[in-house]
């Protein structure tokens, strides 16, 4: 089963940009489509977007639709979250997520995300 780091968070104002990248280790990533999750204090954890295995197609949730973009480098085993245009209410701890087939069943530890106003 793959393994899952996050990295990439912080503190950055309303308006500002971060990466978050994802890596993985022990097992074949380029088999794996993966995610993005997030979850906010008090909130259920909520679909971010996600990237496919092959021909890297790519879905968002409207939320983040044109501000946020999911990439990855199957040489480098990582995949990516380029944040833009952030606003508060993006505030969260950011997950990304392995799916082989079914449902995504691998997790990382989370990375916090906090946009300040």
């Known amino acids: 089963q793959v393994q899952l780091v996050e990295s990439g968070g912080g503190l950055v104002q309303a308006g500002g940009s971060l990466r978050l990248n994802c890596a993985a280790s022990?097992?074949?990533?380029?088999?794996?489509?993966m995610g993005w999750f997030r979850q906010a204090p008090g909130k259920e954890r909520e679909f971010v977007g996600s990237?496919?295995?092959?021909?890297?197609?790519?879905s968002y949730a409207a939320s983040v639709k044109g501000r946020f973009t999911i990439s990855r480098d199957n040489a480098k085993n990582t995949v990516f979250l380029q944040m833009n245009r952030l606003k508060p209410e993006d505030t969260a701890v950011y997950y990304c997520?392995?799916?082989?087939?079914?449902?995504?069943?691998?997790w990382g530890q989370g990375t916090q995300v906090t946009v300040s106003s």
């Open positions: 022990g097992g074949s990533f380029s088999s794996y489509d």
């Open positions: 990237i496919s295995r092959s021909i890297y197609s790519t």
């Open positions: 997520a392995a799916r082989w087939r079914g449902d995504f069943g691998s």
